[in-house]
């Protein structure tokens, strides 16, 4: 099948010789000239070639014919390209008898192909189609999309070949073992270490980053101090075993039989019935409330699809990627493929090789698991769909979700969106047929929703603590009555700012424009932006007054105070400080769900997905955490945590009651959300959206430059925004620019532009060109398309 041909009509593919010249604007040189004719020898192929660069054209190459025979689009090669010192890697996405049209031979001279690096293709037509629509879509190559989509595991065919691996220093080891790490390194750099020891297989780069959640900074740093050294080593796929979760021994893991469905779970699955049976692309959108059995439904779904000789993808938020999920689908289904991020690149090989030989019924993961090479795909399911981490932060900015629609469209598939909590863009497509909506309003054995009260904080002027009098006697009550208890807190630390009150400075990062958090633990200041680490200063710098006051609740001092209360009750704080581990939230949660443990307090992480029926009461500590940030989704947002958090009670026996603590008792989104009335939400959140064009009401594209300087970073994004002024059609609106709300990161400062427009073609046409003026040194320029991030 050739992609290739309907691609060269397309307007986003030019032609090789365009490609050169476009390709100096980014510093590349011209990459014709210096080879011999050899190419224009009889019987050799035309290639089209895609790189992991910022300029997205598709380049022409020629095949030798030694290549002939063997060079089939999706696999990798190897190429010249001007300005890169010796060939690259890239994609071959096109094999042609004939030149491209446009393609003028007696102009450009082209380069042979040096070398395929896969037997196969990695990837097949439809993900190229795929991953062509990502490239236009959110503006970035086809080269860059193409890298997200596959593994860096399954590029460097991890495990079988020789790789460079990381090993710990004798002396990093046994400061490992004697605990005495942290006196000396940061909690990075620490946890790098602590990881590096633990692991029982041996650990790429990008291993270790993942799972101690660590930039490759962190570990340059550990290997100039001689705490870390690399390796090359030769490995085998089959040698290695994986480093799944060991099954939970208690945990019965032997099919269970389905349970029988509630009539509205069997009316959901009527719904959704023809469109499983079917080879059509059929969107639908499960509003289903909070323990209304949704999970139940997805089951089903799949379970109809794998016997028809199927296979399905369920997208999960990572954080609820926890045993009890895994167990639910490994109970039902014998083959069952499960990519966390905690995964290595050995493991995730291997995981890519038996989807891709059709090992694999059901594919559960995080976002990047939305594209795993299955080759009969039957059904996509993306569960709370409204998380915003399904969107990646970094190029490509994709959003999993809407990927998932793309891919479903692409592939004749349904797609099953589900939230209690929709978000708005999905909602307003389901309102304007585009999706097919299927409700489940009530919760399963008809237990009622938990009661929500709120406590006005402006009542409770002698709170010096977290906990109000109320929440204390409520939580005192529950747990006198054999309940347990979720409070949510969504902010780490001990005390979140740190304030001379003579000046009133604020003590920021040394390297960002961020109010430095207290850590009690380590006694240090960090920055949550960029987790540098300060010493508390003796003396404000400001102003050198030499007693500065902390303030601010965080999880950390919620924990001392709820230790202090609650003496003879277990609790365990879920926050990314204590669960550094590998392996803690899963120790956590088991403990939680023995009842070991009878307080569970932390941040986000515990408002979501978590299924414990002894639940009974639901603390929010401060509801108001994310509701004043300057970002059209902060309403949203704190509708939907507090509407998910709520949802964790109530679902055993017993009823469960939820108090939320708020300085905004009159807030819509607050009060909305404690009569667990989301529509009611909607009908008050979208209309304020439509006047300023906001999503869903127009397409948002985010504009960020950043740089060390900060006038030449102002002034280059003022003359972009001026150029493209001058170009945009009239129905795009611009915002900004200014300097954008977090106006320093890492010593970078940042400015934003935001264009919104109501159709996404004119904003597409306007952003296709953003050569101009040319981008000063040491600048950057990112292009977010829906962005969910504003700061
Ligand atoms: P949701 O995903 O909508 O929050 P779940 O699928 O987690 O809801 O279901 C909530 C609880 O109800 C779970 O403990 C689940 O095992 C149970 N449950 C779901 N469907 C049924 C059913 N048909 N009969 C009995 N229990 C069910
Ligand atoms: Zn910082």
Redesign the pocket.
């Given at each position: 099948m050739s992609v290739v041909n309907q691609d060269r009509n397309d307007e986003g593919a030019r032609p090789a010789g365009e490609a050169i010249r476009q390709a100096s604007w980014f510093g590349l040189d011209a990459q014709d000239g210096s080879q011999s004719d050899a190419d224009h020898e009889a019987g050799g192929l035309y290639v089209g070639v895609v790189v992991n660069r910022a300029f997205d054209h598709v380049l022409t190459y020629r095949a030798p014919k030694k290549l002939v025979g063997r060079i089939q689009p999706g696999q990798r090669v190897k190429v010249p390209l001007g300005g890169a010192r010796g060939p690259v890697v890239g994609y071959c996405v096109s094999v042609d008898l004939l030149p491209p049209k446009d393609l003028d031979l007696a102009k450009v001279r082209l380069k042979n192909v040096v070398e395929i690096l896969d037997a196969e293709p990695l990837i097949d037509a439809r993900m190229l189609e795929l991953t062509r629509w990502m490239s236009r879509y959110y503006l970035c190559s086809w080269g860059q999309a193409l890298d997200a989509v596959v593994p860096a595991g399954v590029r460097n065919q991890a495990g079988t070949r020789v790789g460079t691996f990381l090993v710990p220093s004798p002396e990093a080891r046994q400061a490992w073992e004697e605990k005495t790490l942290e006196a000396t390194l940061t909690a990075k750099q620490a946890a790098a270490i602590e990881e590096l020891c633990r692991s029982e297989e041996t650990l790429t780069l990008s291993d270790v980053c993942r799972r101690a959640r660590c930039g490759a900074g962190v570990i340059k740093n550990l290997r100039d101090q001689g705490l870390v050294h690399t390796v090359k080593r030769r490995l085998s796929l089959d040698e290695i075993q994986t480093d799944e979760p060991e099954p939970d021994p208690s945990a019965d893991v032997a099919p269970k039989p389905a349970?029988?469905?509630?009539a509205e779970?069997a009316a959901a699955l009527e719904a959704l019935g023809p469109a499983l049976d079917g080879d059509a692309f059929a969107p639908f959108l499960i509003f289903?409330?909070?323990?209304?059995?949704?999970?139940?439904v997805y089951l089903k779904a799949i379970e109809r699809v794998v016997a028809r000789g199927r296979e399905a993808i369920v997208l999960v938020p990572e954080i609820s990627l926890t045993p009890q999920t895994i167990r639910r689908f490994r109970r039902r289904f014998d083959r069952v493929a499960v990519l966390h991020s905690h995964l290595s690149d050995v493991e995730r090989h291997r995981h890519w090789r038996r989807i891709a030989a059709g090992e694999i019924d059901v594919v559960v993961g995080a976002r990047s698991a939305i594209f795993a090479p299955t080759r009969r795909l039957g059904l996509i399911v993306v569960d709370e769909e409204h998380e915003n981490t399904f969107k990646q932060e970094t190029v490509p900015r994709y959003h999993a979700r809407d990927v998932a629609v793309k891919r479903a469209s692409l592939e004749n598939v349904p797609v099953l969106l589900g939230s209690?909590t929709p978000s708005m863009e999905s909602w307003s497509n389901a309102e304007r047929g585009r999706y097919t909506r299927v409700d489940?309003p009530s919760r399963?054995?008809g237990r009622p929703m938990p009661n929500v009260e709120l406590i006005d904080l402006r009542n409770e002027k002698r709170l010096i603590g977290g906990l109000s009098d109320s929440l204390r006697q409520a939580m005192h009550r529950a747990l006198d009555d054999d309940g347990q208890v979720i409070l949510l807190l969504n902010r780490r630390g001990y005390n979140t700012f740190v304030i001379c009150p003579k000046c009133g400075e604020v003590v920021k990062c040394h390297h960002c424009d961020v109010a430095a958090t207290y850590h009690k633990g380590r006694h240090r200041l960090i920055c949550h932006t960029c987790d540098a680490e300060r010493v508390c200063p003796p003396a404000c710098p400001a102003c050198g007054a030499s007693i500065l006051h902390y303030g601010g609740i965080g999880t950390e001092r919620l924990e001392r105070e709820v230790r202090a209360e609650f003496p003879f009750h277990e609790s365990r704080r879920m926050d990314s400080d204590t669960m550094r581990k590998h392996g803690s939230h899963e120790a956590t949660l088991a403990a939680f769900k023995s009842g070991d443990v009878r307080i569970l307090l932390g941040t986000q992480m515990i408002a979501k997905g978590l299924?414990f029926?002894n639940v009974t009461l639901v603390g929010v500590v401060d509801a108001d955490v994310g509701l004043h940030l300057p970002d059209f989704r902060a309403a949203e947002r704190t509708f939907q945590l507090v509407a998910q958090v709520a949802?964790r009670t109530g679902?055993g026996d017993r009823p469960g009651r939820v108090l939320v603590q708020t300085f905004s008792p009159d807030h819509p989104a607050i009060l909305h959300a404690a009569k667990h009335d989301y529509e009611g939400f909607v009908g008050w959140d979208l209309p304020n959206r439509s006047g300023p064009l906001a999503s869903p009401f127009g397409r948002v594209a985010r504009l960020i430059a950043r740089g060390r300087d900060e006038a030449r970073t102002e002034t280059y994004l003022r003359d972009l925004s001026a150029r493209l002024r001058e170009f945009a059609d009239p129905s795009i609106r611009f915002l900004g620019p200014c300097p954008a709300p977090v106006l320093k990161i890492r010593e970078e400062f940042r400015f934003h532009l935001q264009l919104r427009c109501p159709t996404t073609a004119p904003l597409r046409a306007l952003l296709s060109d953003l050569s101009k003026p040319p981008i000063p040194p040491k600048v950057e320029l990112a292009v977010d398309i829906d962005p969910i991030s504003m700061l």
């Amino acid at each position: 099948m050739s992609v290739v041909n309907q691609d060269r009509n397309d307007e986003g593919a030019r032609p090789a010789g365009e490609a050169i010249r476009q390709a100096s604007w980014f510093g590349l040189d011209a990459q014709d000239g210096s080879q011999s004719d050899a190419d224009h020898e009889a019987g050799g192929l035309y290639v089209g070639v895609v790189v992991n660069r910022a300029f997205d054209h598709v380049l022409t190459y020629r095949a030798p014919k030694k290549l002939v025979g063997r060079i089939q689009p999706g696999q990798r090669v190897k190429v010249p390209l001007g300005g890169a010192r010796g060939p690259v890697v890239g994609y071959c996405v096109s094999v042609d008898l004939l030149p491209p049209k446009d393609l003028d031979l007696a102009k450009v001279r082209l380069k042979n192909v040096v070398e395929i690096l896969d037997a196969e293709p990695l990837i097949d037509a439809r993900m190229l189609e795929l991953t062509r629509w990502m490239s236009r879509y959110y503006l970035c190559s086809w080269g860059q999309a193409l890298d997200a989509v596959v593994p860096a595991g399954v590029r460097n065919q991890a495990g079988t070949r020789v790789g460079t691996f990381l090993v710990p220093s004798p002396e990093a080891r046994q400061a490992w073992e004697e605990k005495t790490l942290e006196a000396t390194l940061t909690a990075k750099q620490a946890a790098a270490i602590e990881e590096l020891c633990r692991s029982e297989e041996t650990l790429t780069l990008s291993d270790v980053c993942r799972r101690a959640r660590c930039g490759a900074g962190v570990i340059k740093n550990l290997r100039d101090q001689g705490l870390v050294h690399t390796v090359k080593r030769r490995l085998s796929l089959d040698e290695i075993q994986t480093d799944e979760p060991e099954p939970d021994p208690s945990a019965d893991v032997a099919p269970k039989p389905a349970a029988i469905p509630t009539a509205e779970q069997a009316a959901a699955l009527e719904a959704l019935g023809p469109a499983l049976d079917g080879d059509a692309f059929a969107p639908f959108l499960i509003f289903g409330v909070t323990g209304s059995g949704k999970t139940e439904v997805y089951l089903k779904a799949i379970e109809r699809v794998v016997a028809r000789g199927r296979e399905a993808i369920v997208l999960v938020p990572e954080i609820s990627l926890t045993p009890q999920t895994i167990r639910r689908f490994r109970r039902r289904f014998d083959r069952v493929a499960v990519l966390h991020s905690h995964l290595s690149d050995v493991e995730r090989h291997r995981h890519w090789r038996r989807i891709a030989a059709g090992e694999i019924d059901v594919v559960v993961g995080a976002r990047s698991a939305i594209f795993a090479p299955t080759r009969r795909l039957g059904l996509i399911v993306v569960d709370e769909e409204h998380e915003n981490t399904f969107k990646q932060e970094t190029v490509p900015r994709y959003h999993a979700r809407d990927v998932a629609v793309k891919r479903a469209s692409l592939e004749n598939v349904p797609v099953l969106l589900g939230s209690a909590t929709p978000s708005m863009e999905s909602w307003s497509n389901a309102e304007r047929g585009r999706y097919t909506r299927v409700d489940m309003p009530s919760r399963v054995g008809g237990r009622p929703m938990p009661n929500v009260e709120l406590i006005d904080l402006r009542n409770e002027k002698r709170l010096i603590g977290g906990l109000s009098d109320s929440l204390r006697q409520a939580m005192h009550r529950a747990l006198d009555d054999d309940g347990q208890v979720i409070l949510l807190l969504n902010r780490r630390g001990y005390n979140t700012f740190v304030i001379c009150p003579k000046c009133g400075e604020v003590v920021k990062c040394h390297h960002c424009d961020v109010a430095a958090t207290y850590h009690k633990g380590r006694h240090r200041l960090i920055c949550h932006t960029c987790d540098a680490e300060r010493v508390c200063p003796p003396a404000c710098p400001a102003c050198g007054a030499s007693i500065l006051h902390y303030g601010g609740i965080g999880t950390e001092r919620l924990e001392r105070e709820v230790r202090a209360e609650f003496p003879f009750h277990e609790s365990r704080r879920m926050d990314s400080d204590t669960m550094r581990k590998h392996g803690s939230h899963e120790a956590t949660l088991a403990a939680f769900k023995s009842g070991d443990v009878r307080i569970l307090l932390g941040t986000q992480m515990i408002a979501k997905g978590l299924d414990f029926p002894n639940v009974t009461l639901v603390g929010v500590v401060d509801a108001d955490v994310g509701l004043h940030l300057p970002d059209f989704r902060a309403a949203e947002r704190t509708f939907q945590l507090v509407a998910q958090v709520a949802g964790r009670t109530g679902r055993g026996d017993r009823p469960g009651r939820v108090l939320v603590q708020t300085f905004s008792p009159d807030h819509p989104a607050i009060l909305h959300a404690a009569k667990h009335d989301y529509e009611g939400f909607v009908g008050w959140d979208l209309p304020n959206r439509s006047g300023p064009l906001a999503s869903p009401f127009g397409r948002v594209a985010r504009l960020i430059a950043r740089g060390r300087d900060e006038a030449r970073t102002e002034t280059y994004l003022r003359d972009l925004s001026a150029r493209l002024r001058e170009f945009a059609d009239p129905s795009i609106r611009f915002l900004g620019p200014c300097p954008a709300p977090v106006l320093k990161i890492r010593e970078e400062f940042r400015f934003h532009l935001q264009l919104r427009c109501p159709t996404t073609a004119p904003l597409r046409a306007l952003l296709s060109d953003l050569s101009k003026p040319p981008i000063p040194p040491k600048v950057e320029l990112a292009v977010d398309i829906d962005p969910i991030s504003m700061l």
